[in-house]
């Protein structure tokens, strides 16, 4: 969801800046040639068509709408782009401490790639669950699934998470250069 609030914001930037140039740009043109038509926006004929309309019209209605159900959306996207962060076990009563699932999966990460049999890790962590998949350097390592969950239990079990989250382990054989 983060993803998608960056992609929304960097269009609204891109979007007000084009809308800025066309300002510069149009405005610059009214100055130097005042008398003559508009550049590339056409800004009179809208501004005349602005002043024919009435707060009842159909087109500011559907202006409106469409502008409060985009402001909607935008706040939605935003209040559900919040951090992930998984609680922590606490010391005591006054005290709440939590951490990332991101440093939770680089954690993990270290720790798998240190082992033995292993080219490549990938790591999701939330707060049910820790999904990793394991690409090993061997093809046809059967032992490799089970000692990596093992690993992976043990690792979690020793952070000080309150909840512990399920694990799930998927390995794959080398990846085959192309």
Known sequence: MRLLVRLL????????AVAGVLLVVEVSWSWLRPGSAPLLVPWRTWLEHGTRLDWADREVLAGSLLTITAGLLLC??????????????????????????RSVARLIVHRLRAEGDVADVAVH????RIRVRVVGSRPGSRELRPRLLDVTRKLVADLPLREQPRIAVDVRGERQPR
């Open 9 to 16: 914001a960097t269009l609204v930037g891109l979007g007000l």
């Open 76 to 101: 939605t996207a935003a209040s559900a782009a919040r951090r992930r962060e998984l609680p922590l076990a606490d010391l005591c009563p006054e005290v709440s401490v939590t951490t990332s699932s």
């Open 125 to 128: 962590a939330d707060r049910r």
